[in-house]
């Protein structure tokens, strides 16, 4: 009797399916509309005052608004980049991450290198205009706080435009860039790092699937872990603010904020932000890579059409 040799899985290309987008849309509608949003101000908060600590912060953004002031550019900033950016990475990183294994990367390598080219598309395509508005929204009621009543969302929009064009309302893109490749190339790498090593303690084979518990243990590990690049963020937030500040450069680059801050602040200002920063990148990673991978088989379930995505 001869038996033949099982060799690895063979690695083919998926196709391009609406349904692949729509599940990146609707997942990070869920996520930024849950938690997402609260930590998000609450990091851009203790980021853009150097000087609070966790505490003092969820006190300045409860002076601003009670629950509200937690939502604060919520509508329609975060909506419009949280059904933009959900599909851009769960399509730019399945094809990356395809092309990768395709040239013989492992799962960690292709992980990183889907994360990285999806994230930067992520930056590119939607997230610029969307985080610079975001934080504009909130220096806004810091104003208002101080009794100034703050123009509307769109007329302020409207007027960054016609001041300053596309580069006005794309400020600190490249930042937002630098944030998300590394973002998601240490969310996805180390995931699938975390999920090696579950298998490993487990005994479970390649081509045996993680249960949920273990998904989300291996995707919240990743997003916990990827908040080491903090520094890019704070130095986004300081990029997109308009709060006043005499002190501050003018035409800030990356470089010069980061002097900026480091001389105002020091390393410890660089990290401001880093516990709420924490748990949105766990809340995040869960929601995109692992009730991610727990959605698609409900939809694969439900509409018999099998999805193709890979986060």
């Known amino acids: 009797m001869t038996s033949k040799a099982i060799g690895p899985p063979k690695l083919e290309k998926k196709p391009v399916k609406f349904s692949n987008l729509l599940l990146g849309a609707g997942l990070n509608m869920f996520e930024v509309t849950t938690l997402g949003q609260p930590l998000e101000v609450v ?3 203790m980021a853009a005052n150097r ?5 003092g912060a969820l006190g300045r953004v409860w002076g601003r608004g009670g629950v509200m002031g937690y939502y604060q550019g919520l509508i329609p900033w975060a909506w419009i980049e949280a059904s933009s950016k959900g599909a ?3 399509f730019v990183a399945s094809e990356a991450e395809y092309y990768a294994k395709s040239a013989g990367a492992s799962d960690f390598v292709g992980g ?4 990285i080219v999806g994230g ?4 590119y395509a939607t997230m610029g205009f969307c985080t610079c508005m975001k934080t504009v929204e909130i220096t806004q009621h810091k104003e208002a706080a101080k009794g100034v009543k703050p123009p509307g969302t769109f007329e302020t929009f409207m007027g960054i435009y016609r001041a300053e064009g596309i580069k006005g309302i794309n400020k600190g893109v490249n930042a937002v860039a630098l944030r998300q490749m590394t973002n998601w190339g240490s969310r ?3 995931s699938r790092l975390a999920e090696q090593g579950i298998r490993r303690v487990t005994g479970k084979e390649d081509n045996q699937k993680l249960g949920a518990a273990e998904k989300i243990l291996a995707s919240g590990l990743g997003g916990g872990l990827s908040a080491w690049n903090q520094p890019i963020e704070v130095i986004r937030v300081e990029m997109q603010s308009k709060t006043p500040d005499p002190n501050r450069p003018k035409n800030l680059t990356v470089g010069k904020t980061f002097n900026y801050i480091y001389q105002s602040n ?3 200002g660089l990290y401001r932000g880093v516990a709420p920063r924490i748990g949105l990148g766990v809340w995040q990673t869960i929601c995109m890579v692992g009730l991610g991978d727990i959605a698609k088989e409900a939809v694969e379930k439900l509409t018999g059409d ?4 890979k986060h």
């Open 43 to 45: 990091k851009t908060t």
């Open 51 to 55: 000087g609070d600590n966790f505490m």
């Open 88 to 90: 851009v990475l769960l």
């Open 112 to 115: 990183i290198s889907g994360g």
């Open 120 to 123: 930067v598309a992520q930056a």
């Open 188 to 190: 996805f790498g180390l």
């Open 266 to 268: 020091g390393l410890k």
């Open 306 to 309: 099998t999805v193709t995505a």
